[in-house]
């Protein structure tokens, strides 16, 4: 993977974990740990997914339906 495709996927960590605290009320570790074990964070690691190439608020759509239901949306 490119400096630039980790560059934006790591901005984009940092976007989502917060919108996580926000969202649902956790600290920054419950937030990461949440992410970090997600779906929706493996296909963003995944540059041939392009998912990376989306706004926070779109993958979030995503995080959040994988988190409340169990499935990626």
């Known amino acids: ?3 630039n ?8 960590t940092a976007e989502l974990a917060e919108m996580l605290m926000a969202e649902y009320g956790w ?6 740990d949440e992410l970090y074990s997600s779906t929706t964070f493996a296909k963003l690691n ?5 998912l990376y190439y989306q706004g926070a608020v ?4 995503f995080l959040k339906s994988e988190i ?3 499935k990626v949306a």
């Open 1 to 3: 993977m490119n400096r």
């Open 5 to 12: 495709i980790q560059f934006q996927i790591e901005c984009l």
């Open 27 to 32: 600290d920054l570790h419950r937030s990461l």
């Open 46 to 50: 995944d540059p041939d997914c392009g």
């Open 58 to 61: 779109y993958i979030f759509q």
């Open 68 to 70: 409340e239901t169990g």
